[in-house]
């Protein structure tokens, strides 16, 4: 069994070190060759060689299916969390959405973040967006912009409400999709 466990480890490693993912199917095939060298596996406890040779047999046996279960788990549970994205024709729509706050508010000079989980979109124009599940967003403060370019408005800026953890919110957001420069050679779909 440690050696599955650690056939596993060093799959999800190995996938990190990838430059893509692989399809589905391969996932699949990776999955199945897992479940088949484990059936080989338990057919060897009893069998026609030494027992020393079924043991190191075994335990390389379970590395590999280990690894092959670990590596597709993480290129499954990756691609999971790919495909939950905003379509770029949702950029820059105002979109209304229900649920909690479930990160600590970051406080900075314009405004907060947060992360937000939604739990209802409202439907825009009869149709229901595609929005991810979790959002990484910002609350800026009224006329932030403004005094941090220099132009005159009258009076102080608004200040964003105070937001605590857990706090169940209805927002209307504008959603815009991850950009930055931590992977500058990044292609854009």
Same mark, same amino acid.
């Given at each position: 069994?440690? /050696? ?6 060093? $799959? ?34 009893? $069998? ?54 479930? /990160? ?33 967003? /910002? ?6 912009? /403004? ?43």
């Amino acid at each position: 069994m440690r /050696s599955a466990i650690f056939g596993f480890t060093a $799959g999800i490693a190995f996938l990190q070190m990838q430059a893509q993912l692989l399809s589905f199917e391969v996932h699949m095939i990776l999955l199945a060759v897992a479940v088949l060298l484990s059936l080989v596996c338990w057919r060897l406890r009893k $069998g026609g060689m030494p027992a020393a040779w079924r043991t190191v047999l075994r335990i390389v046996l379970l590395n590999i299916a280990g690894l092959c279960a670990g590596f597709a788990w993480a290129g499954l549970m990756a691609q999971y969390r790919l495909d939950d994205e905003l379509p770029a024709a949702w950029e820059g729509h105002d979109v209304t959405v229900v649920g909690t706050v479930d /990160s600590l508010p970051y406080r900075f000079g314009r405004g907060v973040r947060f992360n937000f989980n939604v739990e209802k979109i409202a439907p825009q124009a009869g149709r229901m967006p595609p929005v991810p599940s979790r959002l990484a967003l /910002s609350w800026y403060a009224e006329g932030a912009f /403004s005094q941090a370019t220099g132009a005159a408005e009258s009076g102080a800026p608004a200040a964003v409400p105070a937001i605590r953890p857990g706090e169940r919110w209805q927002l209307t957001v504008r959603l815009k999709r991850p950009h930055g420069n931590a992977n500058p050679y990044v292609r854009a779909s």
